[in-house]
C-alpha cells in the first residue's frame, strides 16, 4: 500500500470517527473533549463530507456543542430528494410548553451573569409550569405528569438529570441542568415573541379543559 492510499484511508477514518457520533446525536465538548478539538480541527471536511447527504453541521464553539441538521432546500433541489437521515421528532403540546418556559428560564440565568451551569429542582421544573396547566386538587397525579414530559425532555438532550449527592436515587429531590443546546433549537427571534405566544397557550389551554 502506497503512502498515499493510507494518508487517505486515514483521513476517512478520521471523518468517520466524527460523522457517525454527530448522526447519533450532540458532540459536548464537556463530556467528550478529544472528539471535540478533533472536530474543531476538521469541521471544513466535515462540512463538505457531510453536504452531499443532505446535512449541515450546527457547531456553536462558544457554548461547546455540534449536531447536525436537515439542511434547508427549495423544492426544486436536488437534496429534496434524498431521505431524511436526521428524523423530525413530533413534540407534544405540553413538552413544547416546557421547553419554551427553561428557554426563557436561560435566557434570564444567562442575563444574571451568574454561573454557568443552570441547575433547577424537579419542583422548580414543576412550578413553571404549574400556572399553565388546569387547578387539580391532585398534587400526585400533577407531578408525575410534569415527571412523564421532563423524562422526555431528557430523552431529547435537552435536560440532564444530575446524579444525587448522596448516591440515592429519589425522584423527590432530583435536579437537572438546562443543556445549553436549546438555545439553537429555540432562537432569539422565537424568544422575543415569547409573551405572545404564551397568551396561545393559555387559550390553548383554557379551550382544553373547557373540552
Known amino acids: 500500500m502506497s503512502v498515499s492510499s493510507e494518508t487517505n484511508n486515514t483521513a476517512v477514518l478520521d471523518l468517520s470517527a466524527l460523522v457517525v457520533p454527530l448522526l447519533k446525536g450532540v458532540i459536548y465538548q464537556e463530556t467528550d473533549a478529544a472528539t471535540w478539538n478533533a472536530l474543531l ?10 453536504v452531499v447527504l443532505g446535512l449541515e453541521l450546527m457547531l456553536d464553539e462558544a457554548e461547546g456543542y455540534a449536531f447536525l441538521r436537515a439542511r434547508a432546500v427549495a423544492d426544486d433541489d436536488a437534496a ?6 436526521v428524523a423530525r421528532r413530533p413534540l407534544s403540546f405540553l413538552v413544547s410548553l416546557l421547553l419554551a418556559l427553561l428557554r426563557k428560564k436561560l435566557a434570564e440565568f444567562d442575563a444574571s451573569g451568574g454561573a454557568t ?6 419542583m422548580e421544573i414543576v412550578e413553571l409550569i404549574r400556572v399553565f396547566l388546569p387547578e387539580s386538587s391532585n398534587e400526585a397525579k400533577l407531578i408525575d405528569q410534569v415527571d412523564t414530559h421532563l423524562n422526555k425532555i431528557v430523552e431529547l438532550g435537552f435536560l440532564r438529570r444530575l446524579k444525587s449527592t448522596a448516591g440515592v436515587s429519589d425522584a423527590q429531590t432530583a435536579t ?3 443543556r445549553r443546546i436549546l438555545k439553537a433549537f429555540v432562537d432569539a427571534q422565537w424568544l422575543a415573541d415569547f409573551d405572545i405566544r404564551l397568551v396561545a397557550y393559555q387559550d390553548q389551554l383554557s379551550a382544553s379543559g373547557h373540552e
Do not use: G
Not at 429534496?80 to 437521515?85: E, G, I, S
Not at 451551569?117 to 424537579?122: F, Q
Open 41 to 50: 480541527n476538521l469541521q471544513a471536511r466535515v462540512r463538505d463530507y457531510i
Open 80 to 85: 429534496a430528494k434524498l431521505p431524511r437521515l
Open 117 to 122: 451551569r443552570l441547575v433547577l429542582s424537579r
Open 176 to 178: 437537572y441542568e438546562v
